[in-house]
């Protein structure tokens, strides 16, 4: 079955002849298992579930009537995202979903034989999820998070928010292939702006204090946070009443319009 196969079969828009005699429901309807990588309660995994169904519907598959929808919150608990996707392969659906790099992991690790379509990934490719984006291969297939390209308007966003900064440090955790990739971007483009940069290799919190504070005492300095180093830098935040004199600023993904493709 190709990308294009499980694109199609995910959206509704036609009957894919590959089902599993098993995945049909007595009574016709057809079963998606969706594994997500966030709390059951979190506001964010509420919303992209919701634009998920949403969008289901809009396209003539309405939950409980054609189509059984059988959805897992494994949050940031990688026991848990292996119990659930072993659970949800068991359940032999037509097809399944993942929405984010630790829920699509858990899934391919735990079938080669049901489609998986994953949105909100990094680097698929760099994970071994797909073959390539052109030709993903296999049973996985899906929607990057976002690409390289667009850690370059970092620096052209901080050119324009701090026009005096002539020194960048960037935050990443080198040991993840995103973190690699998205410096390797922002170096090339760092002359244009002429910026100096400096790599901040961070696995902890602890490690961020250290880094940050120490090149905060230097003059006409910002700093970029990978996405490789984000939720370390957010606990950081969220763990302070009040945040100190800055300016932040950032370019994203809306997470649930990927959710709609």
Sequence with gaps: ??????????SGAITVPTFSANAQLANGMRRIGVLSGLAAEDPEGKVRVATFLRELQRL?????????????????????LREYAAELVGLAPDVLFATGT??????????TDIPIVFSAV???????????????GGNVTGFLLFEYRLSGKWLELLSE???????????RDHSQSVGIGQFAVIQAMAPSEKLELTTVNVRDAAEIERAVTAFARSTNSALIVTASALSIVIAILSSRSQPDTGCQRSIGNNYSSLAEA
């Design 60 to 80: 003539g598959w309405t939950d409980g009537r054609n189509v059984r929808i059988d959805i897992r919150w494994g949050g940031a608990d990688a026991g848990k």
């Design 122 to 136: 990094i680097d698929p490719v760099g994970a071994g999820y797909v073959e390539s984006l052109a030709r993903p």
């Design 1 to 10: 079955m190709n990308r294009r196969q499980l694109i199609i079969l995910l």
């Design 102 to 111: 630790t829920s699509t992991a858990a899934l391919v690790q735990a079938t």
């Design 161 to 171: 928010i701090a026009p005096g900064s002539t020194r960048v440090a960037v935050l």
